[in-house]
C-alpha cells in the first residue's frame, strides 16, 4: 500500500503561516520520490476559511478538527486532537515545521504515541529505501545523519528555511475538507494561554536596515562594544546583535538578529565573532552581502558569507575602520 | 518548594571537536566539559525561587563519571543534593528514553517544580524537558522567559517568535523549559565551593529505577556525524589585518556596490 504523509498545519491570526506552507513542500517532495499520498490537518475554532486556504495546495484531503476547545493553541489540546486523527488515519509520517509552538507540543505527542521524533532537520536523502535524516549537531560545527525506527507513525520536523515555499504545488481543484471529531475537552486542558504581545520598549527596527554591524560573543567583554560601534558609524550601519550578547544584557534584546529576534534583510551584513548557528543563520540569510570575521575557520557563518577573513577581530576591526573613513571622505 | 533541575554536561564550547574512529560522535577524550548552557539558566530560576518561597532544590543529571563535575558546580552554587544517573545502560538512548529514565527516578521525589534548559548545546533536540513533563503526567510550558508563583498556580511567560510573547497561567506541579536570558546565573563562591563537599550525590542506576531495556530502546538513532559540507562560494581574504582591510573596502565598494 502507498504510504500516507500528514502535515501539520500551523495558523496565526486567521493565515496559515509560511513554515507550514515549506513543510507541505517537504512533504510533496517525499511523497513523489515515494508515491505516497499527503494529507494536512488544522486544528482550531470556526476553520472553514482558513482549511479553503490550505485546501488550495495538492493535497489529497485536509482533516479539519474544529473545537471551542481549540480556539487557542495548548499543548494538551492540540496533542489530544492530533493522537485521535493519527489514531484514525494512521499516516506513516507525520511532518511539521520547527516552529516555537511545535516544540512546545512535538515532543508531548511523540511521547504519548511512545515514537522517536527527528526534530529540526534541514532535509533527507533516500538511502536503501531508508529515510535518513539531516540535522545540525554541536552548535553546527557537525552534521548528523538519523534514522527513525520501523514503527510508525514517523515523526519529523524541519527546520525554518529548508524547504522553499514557492515549491508548493497547487491543486487544479481544491483538496476536499473532512471534520473530524477529536475536539479535547476542558480536562485536557491544563495551561490557560494569555494574549500574544511584544515588549513596549521594541525601539529599533534592523529589519529596515540597509547596512548592520552585527556582535557575537567573540566580541568577548561588553567594554569591547564601543570597537564594534566605532566601525557601526564609520560605515553608516545600525548595531545588531547575536542571542547571547543581548541575553548577556550587553545590548538591548531588540538588537537581537535570528529566530528569537528581529530577521533582517540588509544590503550589507558585517558579523564580528559571531559563529552563526542555525538561530542565528534564520534571521540573516536574507542579506545580499555578508562579510563574516571569526578566527575559527570552521564556524558555520562562513557558509553563508561572501566575504571571509578568518582572524582576530581585535586585530582587523581597527584597520577596517581606517579605511572606511579614508573611502567616505575621499 | 522542592525544585528539580535537570542538566546536563556537554562539550565545552571552545573545544576544538574531533569524529571518533567509529564515525558517529566525537572523540571524548581530551576536551573540556561544562554545564550545558541553557540549564545554567534553569538552575538559577531554581534557586532564586528557593530564595523567594523557601525548599529545597535537587538536582538530576544522567551521564558517566564525568558528569560528577557539572554536579559539584551545582551544587557549589547552592542546590542542595543530587541524584546522579549513572549506568552503561543509559548511553545511546534517545530522548525518549532519556525523559523515561528521568521520569523514573524524579516521581518518588515528588517535586512540585522541574525546570530544565530548552536544549542541549550538543545534540539540540529540544525533547527531553516536555517528554518528562508527559511521562511525569504533568503538564509543561517551554522557552520560558519569567516565572511568577503564586501558591499553587504559577504564571510564565512564553517566548514567541520574532519578538513576541505570551503569558500561561498554569497549575503546580509541572515542568518548565528555560530560555537563556531569563536572568544572570551567579558564580559559585569559595564558600559554596567548600559546603558543595558534604552535599549529598546519591547514584541511581537502571536497576534502582525499575526500567528494563525493552522500555528505553531508542526510537532514533544517529548513524554517523560530520563536517558539514562546504556549499558556500565565501572569498577568503587573507594578507595583514592593513592589507585585509584595503582588499574588504574595495571590494564592498566597486564589487558588492554597498559602500
Same mark, same amino acid.
Given at each position: 500500500m502507498a504510504e500516507s504523509i500528514l502535515v501539520f498545519a500551523e495558523h496565526q491570526g486567521g493565515k496559515i503561516v509560511r513554515p507550514t506552507w515549506e513543510a507541505i513542500a517537504a512533504a510533496q517532495q517525499i511523497a513523489k520520490e515515494a508515491g505516497a499520498s499527503v494529507s494536512a490537518v488544522i486544528l482550531g475554532e470556526n476553520l472553514t476559511a482558513i482549511a479553503a486556504e490550505i485546501a +488550495? +495546495?495538492?493535497?489529497k484531503d485536509v482533516l479539519a478538527v474544529d473545537g471551542a476547545a481549540l480556539k487557542e493553541y495548548t499543548p494538551g489540546g492540540y496533542c489530544f486532537a492530533l493522537k485521535k486523527v493519527i489514531e484514525d488515519r494512521k499516516p506513516d509520517w507525520v511532518i511539521f515545521s520547527h516552529t516555537y509552538q511545535v516544540r512546545d507540543f512535538a515532543p508531548k505527542l511523540a511521547a504519548m504515541l511512545n515514537r522517536g521524533l527527528a526534530s529540526d532537520c534541514l532535509g533527507y536523502r533516500r538511502e536503501d529505501g531508508r529515510m535518513i535524516f539531516v540535522r545540525q549537531v554541536f552548535q553546527g560545527k557537525f552534521n548528523a545523519d538519523i534514522v527513525l525506527a520501523d514503527e510508525t507513525p514517523r515523526l519529523v520536523t524541519f527546520q525554518a528555511g529548508s524547504f522553499r515555499e514557492d515549491a508548493v504545488t497547487r491543486g487544479s481543484n481544491p483538496a476536499p475538507v473532512f471534520r473530524i471529531a477529536a475536539a479535547p475537552n476542558a480536562a485536557n486542558i491544563r495551561t490557560q494561554p494569555g494574549e500574544r504581545f511584544r515588549e513596549a520598549k521594541q525601539a529599533v527596527d534592523l529589519t529596515q536596515a540597509e547596512l548592520i554591524v552585527a556582535v557575537g560573543r #567573540? $566580541?568577548? +567583554?561588553?567594554?569591547?562594544?564601543d570597537l564594534a560601534k566605532r566601525l557601526a558609524e564609520a560605515l553608516g550601519a545600525e548595531l545588531g546583535a547575536s542571542r547571547p550578547i543581548c541575553d548577556s544584557g550587553w545590548l538591548p534584546m531588540d538588537r537581537q538578529i535570528g529566530s528569537s529576534g528581529q530577521t533582517v534583510a540588509p544590503k550589507l551584513y558585517l558579523a564580528l565573532g $559571531?559563529? #552563526? +548557528?542555525i538561530q542565528h543563520q534564520v534571521g540573516m540569510k536574507g542579506a545580499r552581502t555578508v562579510v563574516a570575521v571569526n578566527k575559527d575557520k570552521e564556524a558555520p557563518i562562513f557558509e553563508v558569507a561572501t566575504y571571509g577573513i578568518v582572524g582576530d577581530l581585535f586585530e582587523v576591526v581597527p584597520p577596517l575602520i581606517e579605511e572606511l573613513k579614508k573611502v567616505k571622505a575621499g | 518548594m522542592k525544585i528539580a533541575v535537570c542538566l546536563k554536561q556537554v562539550p565545552s564550547r571552545d573545544s576544538v571537536l574531533r569524529i571518533n574512529a567509529a564515525g558517529n560522535?566525537?572523540?571524548?577524550?581530551d576536551i573540556n566539559y561544562e554545564v550545558n548552557e541553557p540549564d545554567i539558566y534553569a538552575l538559577e530560576e531554581a534557586l532564586r525561587l528557593k530564595e523567594a518561597q523557601g525548599g529545597e532544590v535537587v538536582i538530576c543529571s544522567l551521564g558517566p563519571a564525568r558528569a560528577t563535575q557539572a554536579i559539584k558546580e551545582a551544587l557549589a552554587k547552592g542546590a542542595d543534593r543530587a541524584l546522579h544517573l549513572e549506568d552503561a545502560a543509559f548511553e545511546g538512548l534517545d530522548a525518549n528514553g532519556i525523559a523515561k529514565v528521568f521520569a523514573a527516578a524524579l516521581k518518588p521525589e515528588n517535586p512540585d517544580l522541574i525546570v530544565t534548559g530548552l536544549?542541549?548545546?550538543?545534540?539540540?533536540?529540544?525533547?527531553t524537558g516536555v517528554m518528562l513533563a508527559e511521562f511525569l503526567g504533568l503538564p509543561h510550558s517551554t522557552i520560558i522567559m519569567q516565572i511568577e508563583v503564586n501558591g499553587g498556580r504559577m504564571r510564565v511567560k512564553r517566548e514567541l517568535e520574532a519578538g513576541w510573547f505570551q503569558w500561561i497561567d498554569m497549575p503546580l506541579p509541572a515542568v518548565l523549559t528555560i530560555q537563556s536570558g531569563i536572568n544572570k546565573p551567579r558564580y559559585a563562591t569559595l564558600k559554596g565551593i567548600m559546603a558543595a563537599k558534604n552535599k549529598p550525590v546519591r547514584k541511581v542506576s537502571m536497576a534502582d529505577l525499575g526500567i528494563n531495556q525493552q522500555e528505553i530502546a531508542p526510537g532514533l538513532k544517529v548513524l554517523k556525524i560530520y563536517p558539514p559540507v562546504k556549499q558556500s562560494k565565501t572569498e577568503f581574504l587573507e594578507g595583514s589585518a592593513k592589507e585585509i582591510a584595503v582588499k574588504l573596502v574595495d571590494k564592498l565598494k566597486n564589487e558588492a556596490r554597498v559602500l
Open positions: +488550495a +495546495a495538492d493535497l #567573540g $566580541i568577548k +567583554a561588553p567594554e569591547n562594544l $559571531i559563529s #552563526g +548557528a | 560522535w566525537i572523540q571524548e577524550t536544549q542541549s548545546d550538543d545534540l539540540g533536540f529540544a525533547q
